[in-house]
Every structure is written in structure tokens, then in C-alpha cells.
């Protein structure tokens, strides 16, 4: 039913239940999808790459870190519900050191193609008591040199328990793929896809539970137009030119309802350091928030592949670049703030606008060379790339991580590869982690309450800090293996694959020593209360010393993945017309903090 299940098949994954009703995490080698495997996932379909990285869709970073109260994947990698997996014609996961042409990843890639050219039609349905689901799906020939065009579209609608209808989620997706051929004597092949996906996940008032009010709900509304080619030239530097172009944008609507009740107290909405008078909340209230994000994805790529030979070496070489654009035009953060969401520790909660927030580019630029050769009469392959990446550039808040790769095999006997490999990937980070929000303290200077309005007084002081983290450094994984490949009886073959990866400075919103902060603010008292009249001060301010804390972000997390992997496959038995495969792995995953 989605791309998140096909992932189950790979060595090691651990079978589950399908749910659709929480954030499906991708996880590459690993036992338990975390954020950091998640957002080092790439997702690459028919060519471009999907971006999570202009995702905002977070309640407060300074408190709650990227989490929200409604289901959100910010700060993660691309939710995999959001993916059917009914139009696909082909997965490749690339578990261990991908090629440099691949940029923006740390764990691993799925690179998806989607259904394209003639095909008969196809009606597909699957209906259980939590799910019902509707896929449909046609490829037409356009005529002699007029390419082909494949249409799909997609209905989902689950629920989170069978006996209950307050939390469910629902998609809806479709896509159009166009496919042709140009000129004959130096052909043109392209693929243009265009596809609209709405997703919702909406958690209703349960009518045993109305007394809070509480109401979720998240939507996206989501188009992507990509085109990708191969123009084969046949150039001695330049056999094939290899494009690929994608726009995306979305709309992403958030919304938490909650009704809550207090002691009376008073609320402040300073965005700056100061202190003044404010005003009082009910002690019963209802907080509506809405989060309104736009994300809108750039992204380009050429490159360049030929061939030559020196010796005994035959070189096959990749050079090239790409840029990728992510931006956010969404409103943003909006509440009445007279009745805002409830917070702790006098943290307090402010109104953000997404448009304010620079946008995030990167730019890259790769060469590799894959080396073939006969060496004592064995087959020898070396490939060896360098990747650089520089995120932000001409800016004062650049970055850039250079990434080389090594991958080598040689058949120590017939049908006997010994493989090895060493490589250093890279994620960027994403607009949350690079431009989080202030976090605001909302300090009682005075609290004078009467039944009387005209006899009340309350001062606050609130205090601001900016939580951006300007030595936040770019996220790479180090990758190592070791590996055999064995065919053997008539084409049955065995790969054993031992890896270790290693990430030291994953992404995490924490508290640290930076965000431990100490603040004077004014207490002051009454000294007179005149009746029908605001209460007068005393000329003694006193200080009173705080220490506050907040979430910022910081490369603490530490991710250790390690195992040994092993796929026979026994081949196909005429007969009785069955392929065996058996697959299997060992893992372990270690993730710790350093905050």
C-alpha cells in the first residue's frame, strides 16, 4: 500500500503492521527508524530527489523541539505513507556507499521509477477493517514518435482502531508519465512526471472525552513536475549528457485545538526584552493554533559520462553538479494570542511567519572513475570518486564537507568476488535546524490581582534569545565494508555483506550549555491601593536572578550502525515455476546523545 512496506522486504528489516495513522520513518540498516536515519534517507523518484528540508511544521523549537501537536515530519526524512506503491516499477536501496553522484544522504537512497510506456488497464483494491484502499492505473501509446503516457490514481482511507472513528488518515495521489524518443542517430530519450498528492490526518473531539476539546489535524496538499533524459552523443567526452529539472511545492496546513483551564494569570506577547503592563487569561480558555507551511523545492542536474582507455585499464567517468533550492512561503505560526496554547516554565510562545526565513540552497559538484581490468587473469573493478558540497554559498553562513567514495571487487577465484569499500556521505540541515525560532521567557514582575478590573496590575518581563547555532556543522557518516559474492550450481548465488557506519554529530534540538542562561528581572511591590484604582508602587525594584533553558540545535547525536548481511538466492525451479530466496541480516544500533 505504500513505498514504507516494500522496505520490508530488504535484509534484516523488521516486519510490522501496517499504520497510517503515525509518521512512516524510512530505516536503512537499522533496527528502529530514528530521525537521523530518517532524514538521511534520500527518496529519489524517476530521477529527482524529494526534500523534506523547507518542512517547518513545528509547534515550538525552542520547547518541543521539531515535534508538533498534530502528525508532523519535520526534521525527519519524507514520510513514506505519502508514497503509493501500486504505480512503481521498479526500488533500488542503496544500503552501503553510493555512487558521489548521490548527494544530501547519509544512510542510504531509494531510488524509485514509476510505471511507464503501454500498459493494460489495472484495478487494484484491498479492503480490511482498519484500511480501504482503491488503485487504478493505464499506460497508453500515443502513436509512431509520439511516445507513451501512463495515468494511476490512488485512494486510501484508514482509521487507528477498528471500533473508533476519531483519528484516521487519508490519501489521495495521482500522476501522469510521459515517455518518448527523439532522433535516431543521436537519440534523445526523455521522461516528464507529473503527480498531485493530498494527504490528511485528523484526530477528532472523542464525545466520551469533550470536556478538553481536543481536535488535531494535518494536511498536505502537495504537485511535483519533474523531467529527466539521456541525450546519447557519442563524443569521445561526452557519450551521454544526463539531465534532470524538478519543481515541487506544497501546502502544508497544521492545526491543534485544545481547551484549557488554569488558575487566572497573566499572559504576556513582547518579542522583545523589556517589561510592561499586560493583561489577564481566563481561567478557562480555548487555544486554536494554526501552522502554515509552503515549501517549494528546486532542484537541477547535469552530468557528463565517457569512456577511454590507458593501458590495461578501461575508465568509465562521471563528472557533473547539481543544485537544490528549498524555500518556505507559508504564513506560519498563528494564534489568537490573547488565548494562546498553554506552556511550562514561563516559556513563553510566540506568532512566526515562514516568508522570513531565508531559503536554504546547496550546490555540487562530483567526478568518479570506475576502473576495469584483468589482473593475473582475474576480473578487477575500482571505482573512486570525490563529492563536494557547499551549502548556503556566497553567504556569511556557508558550508561545505568534501566526500570521497571507494568501492573495489576482485574475483579471487572463478565466480568468487571479494568486494571492500570506504565512503563518506553528507546531510545537509534542514531550514528547522539552521533558522529555528526565539525562544521567549515570560517572567511575573508584578502580579496584583482583584475582582475589580479597574484595581488589577500585572507586569511581566519577558526575555528573548536567539537559538541559532552558527557553529552547526554539516552531518556526514563514515562508511565502511567487507563482502563476498558467489555464484555457484548453475547460477545460484550468495552475497555476505559486513558493515560498520558510523555518525558523530547527527542533528538533535537539546539543551546544552549554550542554552543554559542566567537573566535579571525586576520584582516589584505595592505600596498603596487606592479603592476603584490601579494599585502604586513602591520606588524599591528588586532583582530577582533566572535561569532559563530552551532547546537549540546541535550536532550531539551519535549513531553507530553495525551488522553482517546475507542474501542466497537459489534461483528459479521450472518445475514448479517457484524462485527461492532466503534473506537475512544481524544488526545493531546504537544512538546516543552527548547533551
Not at 24 to 45: C, F, H, M, P, W
Amino acid at each position: 500500500t505504500s513505498l514504507g512496506e516494500v522496505l520490508q522486504l530488504l535484509p534484516g528489516a523488521v516486519a510490522v503492521n501496517p499504520d497510517f495513522t503515525n509518521n512512516n520513518k524510512s530505516s536503512i540498516r537499522q533496527y528502529e527508524a530514528d530521525n537521523t536515519g530518517s532524514l538521511g534517507t534520500a527518496v529519489i523518484i524517476n530521477g529527482a530527489p524529494l526534500s523534506n528540508n523547507a518542512n517547518m511544521q513545528a509547534t515550538n523549537t525552542s520547547t518541543a523541539g521539531v515535534l508538533s501537536g498534530f502528525s508532523s515530519s519535520s526534521g525527519m526524512g519524507i514520510d513514506m505513507r505519502q508514497l503509493s506503491a501500486d504505480n512503481v516499477e521498479s526500488i533500488e536501496v542503496i544500503r552501503g556507499i553510493p555512487s558521489v553522484e548521490y548527494g544530501d544522504l547519509t544512510a542510504g537512497a531509494i531510488l524509485v521509477k514509476t510505471k511507464a510506456g503501454k500498459e493494460p488497464t489495472q484495478l487494484k483494491a484491498r479492503l480490511n477493517p482498519k484500511l480501504t484502499q482503491f488503485w487504478a492505473g493505464k499506460g497508453f501509446d500515443l502513436g509512431k514518435n509520439n511516445g507513451a503516457l501512463f495515468a494511476d490514481v490512488d485512494f486510501t482511507k484508514a482509521y487507528d482502531k477498528q471500533i473508533t472513528a476519531y483519528e484516521a488518515y487519508e490519501r489521495v495521489t495521482g500522476s501522469l508519465q510521459y515517455t518518448n524518443t527523439f532522433g535516431q542517430s543521436k537519440p534523445l530519450y526523455t521522461n516528464t512526471h507529473l503527480s498531485f498528492g493530498m494527504n490528511l490526518d485528523e484526530t477528532k473531539v472523542d464525545p466520551d472525552y469533550i470536556i478538553e476539546q481536543i481536535v488535531r489535524k494535518a494536511q498536505n496538499y502537495s504537485f511535483q513536475l519533474s523531467t529527466n533524459g539521456r541525450w546519447n552523443l557519442g563524443k569521445k567526452f561526452a557519450r551521454s549528457i544526463n539531465y534532470t529539472l524538478s519543481a515541487a511545492y506544497s501546502h502544508q496546513k497544521g492545526f491543534q485545538q485544545q481547551q484549557y483551564t488554569a488558575d487566572i494569570s497573566p499572559v504576556s506577547t513582547a518579542k522583545e526584552n523589556t517589561t510592561l503592563e499586560v493583561d489577564y487569561l481566563a481561567s478557562s480558555w480555548l487555544s486554536q493554533l494554526w501552522i502554515d507551511g509552503r515549501p517549494l523545492n528546486l532542484f537541477a542536474k547535469l552530468n557528463d559520462k565517457f569512456y577511454f582507455k590507458s593501458g590495461r585499464f578501461n575508465h568509465s567517468f562521471l563528472v557533473g553538479g547539481d543544485w537544490k533550492m528549498d524555500a518556505n512561503l507559508g504564513k506560519g505560526k498563528t494564534f489568537d494570542e490573547s488565548q494562546p496554547p498553554r506552556t511550562q516554565d514561563n516559556a513563553g510562545i510566540r506568532e512566526r511567519s515562514f516568508k522570513d526565513v531565508p531559503a536554504l540552497n546547496q550546490f555540487g559538484l562530483y567526478a568518479e572513475d570506475r576502473l576495469f581490468a584483468r589482473l593475473g587473469g582475474r576480473e578487477f573493478v575500482l571505482q573512486l570518486g570525490l563529492r563536494y558540497d557547499n551549502i548556503q554559498p556566497f553567504t556569511g553562513d556557508g558550508r561545505s564537507v568534501l566526500t570521497p567514495r571507494i568501492n573495489a571487487s576482485y574475483e579471487l577465484v572463478n565466480n568468487f568476488y571479494l568486494r571492500a569499500g570506504y565512503g563518506v556521505t553528507a546531510k545537509s540541515p534542514t531550514l528547522l535546524y539552521l533558522y529555528p525560532e526565539n525562544a521567549y521567557f515570560d517572567m511575573i514582575s508584578l502580579n496584583y490581582y482583584k475582582d475589580n478590573p479597574a484595581e488589577r496590575l500585572a507586569l511581566m518581563t519577558t526575555r528573548v534569545f536567539n537559538t541559532e547555532n552558527h557553529d552547526l556543522k554539516i552531518v556526514r557518516t563514515r562508511k565502511n565494508e567487507l563482502g563476498f559474492d558467489w555464484t555457484f550450481a548453475h547460477k545460484r548465488r550468495l552475497s555476505v555483506t559486513a558493515y560498520y557506519e558510523e555518525t558523530r554529530n547527527g542533528y538533535e534540538m537539546t539543551t546544552n550549555l549554550n542554552s543554559i542562561q542566567f537573566t535579571n528581572v525586576p520584582r516589584y511591590q505595592v505600596e498603596s491601593a487606592p479603592e476603584g484604582q490601579k494599585p502604586i508602587l513602591s520606588p524599591v525594584v528588586t532583582d530577582s536572578l533566572w535561569v532559563v533553558t530552551y532547546n537549540s540545535p546541535a550536532n550531539s547525536r551519535h549513531l553507530i550502525n553495525k551488522g553482517i548481511e546475507f542474501d542466497l538466492d537459489l534461483g528459479r525451479y521450472d518445475d514448479i515455476r517457484t524462485s527461492f530466496v532466503l534473506n537475512g541480516a544481524y544488526l545493531s544500533t546504537r544512538s546516543t546523545s552527548s547533551d
